[in-house]
C-alpha cells in the first residue's frame, strides 16, 4: 500500500518571499507515487489531480527537497508521521501516586486525548507494565515499556525498554538495591501492583520511592545493555533531577534527549550551556493524578526522535 505522507511540517519555501509556493507546500498532504521520485516531469499525467497540481506548482527547486524528505519518510514504514505521547505517568505502584490511577484508567484517558504513544514510569518497579500493555492494546495505543529510577544521587532518570520483559528484569534489578524499608500507606501512600481489570495482585515489601543502589552511570549502562534508552527526568525542577543535583551535564554522560517541565526552558538552559546544543526535549506530563492527566494538547515526538526505533518495534 502506498504510504499515505503528510507534509504539514515541512515548509520548502520557509526562506522565500513567495507567500503562493509558501501556501502550496504548506498545505500539501498527499499520497506520494512513485512516479514522483522519479522526478520526471512528463509523468506528471499519472498524477491523480491534487497531486498533478502539486508536481507543476512547486517548484523544482523545492520539490527535490520535498521527494528527499519523502524517501526518508517512506522509509520509516508506516511511521512516518508525528505521534501524540505522554511518555511519563505514575500509576498507583508508585507511593506518591493517587490510588485511581490504575493501569486501565491511565490508558482510557489518554486515548481520549488522542495519545498514540504512552510509558507508564513507576519509581523503580515495572510490575504495572503487564497490565498496561493489556489496556493500551485494548485502546489501540502504543506502550514504550518505562520506569523512573531514582539513582544513588538521588537523580530521577527515564528508562525506556525494547519490551516489558527488559523493564521487568532491570525492576527485578533495582529493587534488590533498595533499603529494606517497609511502607507505611499512612504516611508514603500505597503501592499497588494491578490486573489489566484493575484487580490488585500485589503490594511491595520495600518501599518504591527511594534511590536505590546503582548510580547514574550503572543505570544508563544496565538500560541500554537491554536495548534501552534513558532520558534524564525533569531537569528544569529544583529536586531530584540531573542539574539540580550534580549542577552540570557530565561530559562522559551523553543523553540524546533530556525532559522539560516547562516546554520554554531549554534556550534558557541552553544559554546557559547547561545543556548541549541540539539536545532534543521531551516534554510528558509526570502526573501522579488525573487531573495532570487530562491536560491537553499532548506533544508531538518528532518523526526522526531516536525513541522512534523503540516504538517502531512494539
Ligand atoms: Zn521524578
Ligand atoms: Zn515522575
Redesign the pocket.
Known amino acids: 500500500m502506498t504510504p499515505q505522507l503528510s507534509f504539514t511540517s515541512f515548509s520548502p519555501a520557509r526562506n522565500s518571499t513567495d507567500n503562493h509556493h509558501k501556501k502550496v507546500a504548506l498545505t500539501a498532504s498527499f499520497l506520494t507515487h512513485c512516479v514522483l521520485l522519479t522526478r520526471d516531469t512528463k509523468n506528471i499525467a499519472e498524477f491523480s489531480a491534487p497531486q498533478k497540481n502539486l508536481a507543476i506548482h512547486v517548484p523544482f527547486l523545492y520539490r527535490d527537497q520535498y521527494i528527499s524528505k519523502a524517501l526518508v519518510r517512506a522509509q520509516t514504514k508506516g511511521q512516518a508521521r508525528r505521534m501524540f505521547y505522554d511518555l511519563h505517568v505514575h500509576s498507583a505502584l508508585s507511593p506518591c501516586a493517587d490510588n485511581d490511577m490504575t493501569p486501565a484508567t491511565i490508558a482510557g484517558f489518554l486515548a481520549l486525548s488522542s495519545a498514540e504513544v504512552i510509558s507508564v514510569t513507576d519509581?523503580n518497579s515495572a510490575l504495572n507494565l503487564p497490565a498496561a500493555k493489556i489496556a493500551c492494546e485494548n485502546y489501540g495505543i502504543k506502550l514504550l515499556p518505562g520506569m523512573?529510577v531514582?539513582t544513588a544521587e538521588e537523580i530521577?532518570i527515564l528508562c525506556y525498554f525494547p519490551s516489558v520483559e527488559a523493564a521487568l528484569e532491570m525492576g527485578e534489578k533495582i529493587y534488590q538495591t533498595l533499603p529494606d524499608i517497609h511502607p507505611d500507606p499512612s504516611i508514603w501512600g500505597e503501592q499497588f501492583v494491578f490486573d489489566s481489570n484493575d484487580r490488585v495482585l500485589a503490594k511491595p515489601d520495600k518501599l518504591l520511592a527511594f534511590a536505590c543502589g546503582f548510580d547514574i552511570y550503572t543505570v544508563k549502562a544496565l538500560t541500554e545493555s537491554m536495548g534501552g534508552v534513558t532520558v534524564p527526568?525533569?531537569v528544569d525542577?529544583d529536586s531530584?533531577?540531573l542539574l539540580s543535583v550534580l549542577g552540570f551535564l557530565p561530559d562522559d554522560l551523553s543523553f540524546f534527549a533530556a525532559e522539560f517541565v516547562n516546554p520554554h526552558k531549554y534556550d534558557e538552559y541552553r544559554l546557559k550551556h547547561l545543556l548541549p546544543d541540539g539536545l532534543r526535549t521531551l516534554f510528558s506530563s509526570?502526573a501522579h493524578n488525573l487531573a495532570r492527566l487530562t491536560r491537553e494538547p499532548l506533544p508531538k515526538l518528532e518523526w526522526d526522535n531516536p525513541l522512534m526505533k523503540l516504538i517502531e518495534k512494539l
Open positions: 519509581h523512573e531514582n530521577h527526568a525533569h525542577r531530584y533531577s509526570d
